[in-house]
């Protein structure tokens, strides 16, 4: 009975996730929602997350901020929404870990740097010349200690 009561609710959730929609209204004014429009026509949005679902580590050679080259500080290339960030965020305060964070969002020279690691998705962690994609903290402690 369980497994039929979780299929169900598997079910109706991934019918309910359909995507996202936008269409112009007869005003020319550009709406987006979970639902398309009834009279007017719409097209379905492509939503694409950047932030890691698993973490890789890395050795760099290249690529690192001057304030943290051939040290321990720690880097963290975020942005404001990506809640994988936020719990790094979080851990790092709450541990007393001193860290440099560069919102590339926001900060151009950030987004260049950034770009320079050939970064693909956020979080992108530092220490030194070490690399973490994504975060955990055990992961994390591996690369920091």
């Not at 369980?2 to 020319?28: E, P």
Request: charged share 25%; net charge positive.
């Amino acid at each position: 009975m369980r497994i039929l009561i979780f299929s169900l609710v598997l079910a109706w959730g991934m019918a309910s996730a359909d995507g996202i929609y936008t269409w112009t209204d007869a005003q020319g004014r550009v709406h987006f929602g979970d639902k398309p429009a009834e009279n007017d026509q719409a097209e379905t949005v492509n939503v694409q997350i950047n932030t890691f679902e698993s973490v890789t580590y890395q050795s760099l050679d290249k690529g690192l901020p001057a304030s943290a080259e051939g040290s321990g500080k720690v880097v963290m290339y975020a942005t404001q929404w990506c809640g994988v960030c936020r719990k790094a965020r979080r851990y790092f305060n709450d541990n007393n870990i001193h860290f440099i964070e560069y919102d590339i969002d926001k900060d151009p020279k950030a987004q260049a740097r950034f770009d320079a690691l050939q970064g693909k998705g956020v979080p992108v962690i530092l220490v030194g010349k070490r690399r973490m994609n994504g975060f955990s903290a055990a992961g994390f402690e591996r690369l920091y200690r």
